[in-house]
């Protein structure tokens, strides 16, 4: 099935925004409001809900017109595209979305045509379903791994680069304890929270060249 | 408003095209997706961690009522995704010379595309069909394809000497060490913020 890749699931979705004409600022702005105040690391909604190994909201405002001899056309909806690279089955997906962290959805998809909110689990992931688009291929450079097996990964590989860099011609004795200790340890820590690790760093444009 | 965080570059772009040659390019997509090493290339440009192509017929926008005006198109769409490490001029530099052959497969039923080659004409068609990124998440924002890819094979391997070390007496476990660190010694490079492209 194009929309799996391995254990990892493709999930795209295209809803259509409220064209209200009467609406100051108009729906679309008042999406894109909130996402801009939205964090982006481990206090994101994202990092709160499980699975997600990354995701993106866009707002499309149309169609691109390439300029003759093409046809120039345009949709007569904005859409609110949610793309999510995510782990386990689509359900589950969106239940644990639904259930983690339902006022932000409200507050984003309130602003699309028949959104019926988080609170009734099953009309929600029906909506979802419904704006859902079959992904036609999808690439995964790792599909096999789940969110918090990755993450505890990176965790263990710095932490072995570690162990290994302050073990450098230990006795044998010692480097065998001393190992098993380690590892002990290891598996004590807290997970790293998702989003979390990544530098504080201001991008204001997202330009191209940054 | 943002197409990075962190490692990642977030792009999107949607190209038209004449419906009845969407159904080459599904063509396309099902062999590449059913013929593995055709996938060689794209596995080989490690910056790439995740990227999707969706074909949406010009009938098939989701349509909900409820007030929502149908579409009425000529074109069906491409809508490509991807999720990079590097920087934008990188990326397009790379595709183009690594995988200009699959690109122009991919991307020569939407309309007015160029060829990935010459680069700079390929730039600019890209930059008039790409639309930003008005929010972007991800969970491990410090690391790289590379560095996930690595991440698990030192994973992997210290399972391993971890149910070997209580078993075996120092001299073993010193020989099933050096194993282990011959193992990860390339895959132990340090995590964190990406350097700035000059």
Redesign the interface.
């Known amino acids: 099935m194009?929309n799996r890749n391995g254990s990892?699931y493709?999930l795209?979705i295209?809803?259509?925004i409220?064209?209200d004409k009467k609406a100051t600022p108009s729906h679309d702005l008042q999406?894109?409001n909130y996402?801009?105040h939205?964090s982006?690391?481990e206090e994101?909604p994202?990092?709160q809900a499980p699975g997600?190994?990354?995701?993106?909201?866009?707002?499309?405002?149309d169609?691109?017109y390439?300029?003759m001899p093409?046809?120039e056309?345009h949709?007569?909806?904005k859409?609110l595209?949610f793309?999510s690279?995510c782990d386990g089955d689509l359900d589950t997906y969106l239940s644990g979305l639904a259930a983690a962290i339902p006022d932000h959805l409200n507050a984003v998809w309130k602003h699309c045509?028949?959104y019926p909110g988080a609170a009734n689990r099953q009309a929600f992931i029906d909506y979802m379903k419904?704006?859902q688009?079959?992904?036609?291929?999808?690439?995964?450079?790792?599909n096999d791994?789940t969110?918090t097996?990755?993450?505890?990964?990176?965790q263990?590989?710095?932490a072995?680069?570690d162990f290994?860099a302050t073990h450098q011609g230990v006795d044998?004795?010692t480097?065998?304890r001393e190992?098993?200790e380690f590892?002990v340890h290891l598996k004590s820590q807290p997970l790293p929270r998702?989003?979390s690790?990544?530098?504080h760093?201001e991008?204001k444009?997202?330009g191209?060249?940054? | 408003m943002s197409n990075i965080n962190g490692k990642v570059y977030a792009m999107n772009a949607v190209t038209p095209m004449k419906p009845w040659k969407t159904w080459i390019l599904r063509t396309i997509f099902f062999v590449l997706g059913h013929v593995k090493p055709l996938q060689n290339d794209l596995i080989d440009l490690s910056f790439i961690e995740f990227a999707r192509w969706v074909v949406v017929p010009r009938s098939s926008f989701p349509f909900l009522g409820s007030g929502q005006s149908k579409e009425d198109l000529r074109y069906d769409y491409l809508l490509f995704f991807s999720n990079f490490n590097g920087t934008w001029n990188q990326y397009i530099d790379a595709f183009s010379a690594v995988l200009s052959k699959g690109l122009n497969l991919i991307w020569r039923w939407s309309e007015k595309f160029p060829g990935s080659v010459p680069v700079t004409i390929f730039k600019e068609y890209i930059s008039r069909v790409q639309f930003d990124t008005d929010y972007y998440y991800t969970a491990y924002p410090h690391a790289t394809a590379n560095d996930v890819k690595s991440a698990h094979i030192v994973q992997s391997s210290l399972n391993g000497l971890s149910l070997a070390a209580g078993e075996c007496n120092p001299e073993q476990f010193a020989e099933a060490y050096l194993r282990f660190v011959l193992q990860v010694q390339a895959h132990l490079g340090e995590t964190g913020e990406a350097p700035i492209a000059g």
Do not use: W
């Open positions: 194009p990892v493709g795209t295209l809803s259509p409220i064209d999406i894109r996402l801009a939205l982006t690391r994101s994202f990092a997600t190994h990354l995701a993106r909201l866009v707002v499309m405002d169609v691109i390439v300029g093409a046809h056309e949709l007569k909806s859409y595209i793309e690279n045509v028949g419904a704006c688009l079959e992904t036609t291929f999808f690439f995964a450079a790792v791994k969110v097996e990755t993450l505890r990964a990176l263990t590989q710095t072995v680069a290994i044998v004795a480097l065998q190992f098993i590892v998702p989003g690790m990544g530098p760093r991008i444009t997202g191209r060249n940054e």
